[in-house]
């Protein structure tokens, strides 16, 4: 359990800790010469059972506020420090209201020096201890009197703390890990050490982590937990870590820096975040507001963008977008607090709730909907919930990055829901079993309308179906919906096309009438050098746009190939020209054959030859080099299965095309 002292300048926080613990948590010269905390100290306290109490000494200063802050974020238990001869001060209240902004639930009021005051003046200001802590996240602490120079009720609050260890919660390690510098510096010998409480998760000897934001990669070398040296570093623990790389520094690591898990490694200069206004306050927050933005160990400067009609009044609670001047390293659902942009008192503070927010079309009814999931605490409720608001398809992996969740945890979130995922490069998206049956019923009446309405294409484009879906899914995760959709069986993918598979391209009545005058005209004797789509709109008396969209409409279905600009071949033809251009690569030594070997075999002249074995040339069945062409055996069955190549130009049997002396490349 981590320990943090809270209360008003001059009131014995530091010489309570060290009567508790018997260290003096004033460790800088200047501290000693004045007689002040003014950085934070560190103490520990070994217990029965073997537990370490771990103390943060923070100062009283009101100049130093962002300091004590910097060390409260990461206790469990707050040690109230008011002293009886000088009772309730300004920092005492505003320290009390801190604790109850980072929802510390667990604390202790020790009324220091308490061998100065009468009985009567005990009892009166405990009373006003009493109302002071109603309604904070502590009300109904214990409140015992103590003097750090008599011993008076030291080993009373010792044992209240030690007792307190065994009931306060222990934070879970099974999230991803994380650690809030708070101390930097260098030992002779060791080299680069970092000081923080792990927020969450663990981390091990040998672990490789990063400094986040700046990215900066590391190896943890060494670690100590709760003062002792050890293998591994738990949420809750506070630990100093051993750090070795290239570029780790003591001035390449900073106060505020997060130590964490590579995988989380995101920062981000734009939250949405729920904010509860200190009833203090004499004005309201108006829109674009700067404030001292603290979180964890950082402090950061930032402004406040109203995400409601109204301005945030005191006492209230609303939910804001806090724009930071740079990026840090979060998680949600993190504790944070706002001071002025003079840094001379607390405002009000919350939690975040969403990393990346949209920084337009804040404030609609859709947005509301989802910030209101996304501000549940529960992970599994959370998402549950975010799952039903618009557009119903969210990424698990983003989501259980931003909560610092494990992989374990994640999989526990998808189990549990039974979710439907679409996994891509970048991304888990995720949707409920019923969505799924919606995007399935969806997207199938989609592509039945098409198929109604276009019976005589082989199917709707990828892209035209996607834009159908509203609002419309990720280009990546709707291919991948396809894929999935595909191996059950739903739809089948023809290329860039999407089809049922029921579906089968059939010809209006009257293209099948024009197909039956056109297709003689491209068969027969002049199969190998057909007439053109000018040539055929003459012989048959339709115009030319009508020919060009029957044959390409042909070729879609697979029954004619266009060789060159408005030359159609029978499918037939060009299996029948591969068989050819096969048994001349057969029939040679090198296996290798030119264009005029080719136009002999087919008589159709060097200008139309050319051009078919161009087009074989694009499809791969042939390469080309110094116009010489070897075929590709692993293209042949390109436009259909080719077993024998038979030579009706020249009357003679041709090689089979799996024959032993068949060369390609």
Same mark, same amino acid.
């Given at each position: ?39 934070? !100290? ?64 667990? !604390? ?9 005051? #009468? ?177 964890? #160990? ?197 290329? #860039? ?169």
């Amino acid at each position: 359990m981590i320990i943090g002292t809270a209360g008003h300048i001059d009131h014995g926080k530091t010489a309570l800790v060290k009567a508790l613990t018997g260290v003096d948590g004033d460790r800088l010269k200047e501290e000693k010469a004045r007689g002040i905390t003014i950085d934070l !100290g560190f103490a520990y306290l070994p217990v029965d059972g073997g537990e370490i109490l771990g103390f943060i000494d923070v100062p009283g200063h009101e100049r130093l506020v962002h300091t004590m802050l910097a060390g409260a974020s990461g206790i469990d238990f707050a040690l109230l420090v008011i002293a009886a001869d000088d009772g309730i001060m300004p920092q005492t209240l505003e320290h009390l209201a801190i604790i109850d902004l980072l929802g510390i639930r667990h !604390g202790i009021v020790a009324l220091t020096k308490s061998d100065l005051v #009468s009985p009567k003046r005990l009892a009166d200001l405990s009373a006003q201890v009493r109302e002071a802590i109603g309604g904070t996240s502590i009300e109904g602490a214990d409140i015992v009197p103590v003097s750090a120079p008599t011993g008076r009720g030291i080993d009373d609050l010792r044992a209240r703390l030690a007792a307190s260890a065994k009931h306060v919660s222990q934070r879970s390690a099974a999230g991803r890990f994380r650690l809030a510098v708070d101390r930097v510096f260098t030992l002779q010998g060791i080299g680069v050490v970092v000081t923080g409480t792990v927020l969450s998760g663990s981390v091990r000897v040998e672990d490789h982590i990063l400094i986040s934001p700046s990215g900066l990669p590391a190896r943890v070398r060494s670690l100590h937990a709760q003062n002792k040296p050890a293998e591994i570093g738990r949420a809750g623990d506070r630990c100093a870590l051993n750090l070795a790389g290239e570029g780790i520094t003591k001035e390449s690591i900073h106060r505020g820096d997060v130590v964490l898990d590579p995988d989380l490694h995101a920062p981000t200069d734009r939250i949405d975040a729920r904010l509860r206004l200190l009833p203090g306050e004499t004005k309201p927050i108006k829109q674009w507001l700067p404030v001292r933005l603290h979180h964890a #160990s950082t402090e950061i400067g930032a402004r406040i963008v109203l995400l409601g009609d109204e301005p945030v009044r005191p006492g209230a609670t609303a939910d804001v977008q806090l724009v930071l001047e740079r990026p840090i390293a979060a998680a949600i659902p993190d504790r944070y607090v706002i001071r002025d942009a003079s840094a001379q008192r607390t405002m009000g503070g919350g939690y975040f709730i969403d990393l990346r927010p949209p920084k337009r079309r804040r404030g609609t009814a859709e947005r509301r909907a989802q910030r209101a999931a996304l501000a549940l605490f529960d992970p599994l409720t959370a998402f549950k919930k975010l799952l039903a608001t618009s557009p119903f398809a969210w990424d698990l992996a983003a989501f259980a990055r931003g909560r610092a969740l494990s992989a374990t945890e994640a999989k526990r979130i998808e189990d549990a829901l039974d979710l439907v995922v679409l996994e891509t490069r970048e991304s888990r998206l995720a949707l409920a079993p019923d969505r799924w049956q919606l995007v399935l019923a969806e997207l199938t009446e989609h592509v039945a309308a098409y198929h109604r309405d276009n019976p005589d294409l082989q199917g709707i484009g990828r892209e035209k179906l996607r834009l159908m879906f509203q609002p419309p899914l990720p280009a990546a995760e709707f291919a991948a919906a396809l894929q999935k959709m595909a191996s059950m069986g739903h739809v089948v993918l023809d290329g #860039s096309f999407v089809r049922l598979p029921t579906h089968a391209v059939r010809l209006s009545p009257r293209d099948e009438e024009s197909w039956a005058t056109v297709q003689p005209l491209l068969a027969g004797g002049a199969r190998f050098r057909p007439p053109r789509v000018r040539d055929i709109a003459t012989a048959t008396g339709h115009p030319e746009r009508d020919i060009r969209r029957l044959l390409k409409l042909a070729g879609r279905m697979g029954w004619a190939d266009e060789i060159a600009h408005d030359h159609f071949f029978l499918r037939g033809t060009v299996l029948e020209m591969v068989g050819i251009v096969a048994d001349l690569a057969g029939r040679s030594a090198n296996g290798v054959f030119t264009a005029a070997q080719f136009r002999d075999r087919v008589e159709n002249g060097r200008k139309v030859a050319i051009q078919i074995l161009d087009f074989f040339d694009r499809h791969g069945v042939t390469v080309n080099k110094d116009d010489m062409r070897r075929i590709n055996r692993h293209r042949l069955d390109l436009f259909g299965p080719l077993v024998h190549s038979t030579d009706q130009i020249q009357g003679r049997e041709s090689s089979p095309v799996g024959r032993s002396d068949f060369k390609s490349e």
